[in-house]
């Protein structure tokens, strides 16, 4: 199921918090070999986990992660802006409609659907809260998974080539790309609804004063 | 016509001091439709700041009895940063069902969406619109409200921290009304056609348009003008 969860509120859930910082250590450091710092306890955690970012994160039937994104506003600090900055030729992208999401990793253990679940994830935080784009910096075996599942950035910028090319681009959000993406994950309607309210809403709605 | 974001930047750009925005409230508190408005900013260092609509009775009642501990939109919005429907708020525990009955017999409205800004060093932010309707015509509304109320939410930020010294201006190309018109109708969502055919042009003339507004930019395509000029809005007030 897709859980979207605060940094702050993650330690409400550790099991799912310790296996997605171990992941992103096995995908960002020993498979992908980034230059990411793994630390004593084998996770993969940097300083903008510690700004309280909006994870979404596909929990397997045992509560575990099965694949994770980071959401951050881009009126604040970003990766584009503080590491990728050349690839938007300098310029800073940062905007109130658009978010950056950075970290896109799938556990070694998910089934095929996950990065399609994911990505709908990130839709309906996009639709949810009236965002237009997320930004996001991605390498080239992530184009042929974006192309697959029907939702390819607009690139805004390259570096590299081959395998090691690095591209900087921009998702726009829509209801038709979350229809394409329900349909790839396998995932109803009404199920995906419900994951999003069960984490931004209560439900019960209690009306005070008659 | 002005569009909603073209006359929320006309409003920001008029104010000029803090008092300023007082005014521009009630002028956007029309353009959104709704009873009220509220823009409450709390520095890094704890200082407040608010423009509101409320009555001031409430307002100090409010202040004086320390609200902010038990208000479930504080409660619910504090560095957080995406918007909230008062809906999805947590009103079930007692005080804040009292609470809320105190407010509404003060004329606080029932339906609230709140835009949560994460500042710079620190700074946050609360924009809420308040309103008295059914739950179904309050959904119809804030969902064809968003996007300006979370443009406006951070415009007024911008421009109060300006007002405050907090930061400074940056300098920018400007663009002449017709560029900005194209980018703000494609920023809304409109097609390059649709665009064209709003503002009684050819496709041909909206892309030359397009294409001198992406060069003083400095944008690579489109979108990245269309978010460059987000950016800038938030500058050129």
């Known amino acids: 199921m897709l859980r979207y969860i605060h940094g702050r509120d993650l330690p409400a859930y550790r099991k799912l918090r310790d296996t997605m910082f171990a992941d992103r250590a096995r995908q960002f450091h020993a498979r992908l070999g980034w230059d990411v710092a793994v630390n004593e306890r084998g996770e993969e955690r940097d300083q903008y986990d510690d700004l309280d970012p909006l994870y979404v994160i596909w929990e397997m039937p045992d509560g575990s992660h099965g ?63 009236g965002l237009s784009h997320a930004l996001g910096v991605f390498d080239a075996r992530m184009v042929r998974i974006y192309r697959r599942l029907g939702w390819p950035p607009m690139v805004l910028g390259s570096e590299g080539q081959g395998h090691d090319r690095t591209s900087l681009g921009l998702w726009t959000f829509g209801r038709s790309v979350r229809e394409r993406l329900l349909l790839r994950a396998g995932i109803s309607d009404e199920i995906s609804r419900q994951w999003f309210m069960r984490a931004f809403g209560h439900l019960e709605l209690v009306r005070a004063a008659g | 016509m002005q569009s909603r974001l073209e006359t929320i930047i006309d409003c920001m750009t008029q104010a000029s001091s803090l008092d300023d925005l007082q005014e521009e409230i009630l002028k956007l508190r029309n353009l959104f439709e709704v009873e009220h408005l509220v823009y409450h900013s709390v520095s890094n260092s704890g200082e407040q700041y608010a423009v509101l609509t409320y009555r001031p009775e409430w307002v100090s009642h409010y202040i004086a009895s320390k609200y902010e501990r038990i208000d479930p939109v504080v409660l619910g919005c504090y560095k957080r940063f995406h918007p909230v429907d008062w809906k999805r708020l947590d009103w079930k525990p007692k005080a804040a069902r009292a609470f809320l009955g105190e407010a509404i017999e003060n004329g606080v409205g029932r339906q609230g969406f709140s ?43 911008q421009k109060a921290l300006e007002l405050e010294g907090a930061v400074a201006d940056a300098p920018v190309r400007p663009m002449s009304p017709r560029e900005t018109d194209v980018l703000t109708l494609l920023a809304l969502g409109y097609s390059r056609a649709q665009a064209a055919d709003s503002l009684s042009i050819s496709e041909h003339t909206l892309r030359a348009y397009l294409e001198s507004a992406r060069n003083k930019l400095g944008a690579l395509n489109t979108t990245h003008a269309v978010a460059r000029a987000l950016t800038q809005g938030l500058l050129v007030l």
């Open chain 2, 115 to 157: 835009v949560p800004i994460r500042g710079p060093q620190g700074q946050f932010a609360l924009f809420t619109v308040n309103h008295n309707c059914d739950d179904e015509s309050w959904e119809r509304h804030t969902g064809e409200f968003v996007r300006d109320m979370i443009l406006a939410a951070h415009y007024i930020n």
């Open chain 1, 67 to 129: 694949g994770s994104m980071r959401f951050l506003p881009t009126t604040g600090r970003t990766m584009a802006a503080e590491h990728f900055l050349h690839l938007s030729q300098g310029r800073r992208i940062s905007s109130p409609l658009i978010w950056e999401c950075t970290r896109f990793c799938i556990s070694e253990r998910a089934g095929a659907d996950v990065s399609a679940a994911l990505m709908l994830g990130g839709a309906e935080v996009g639709l949810g809260f």
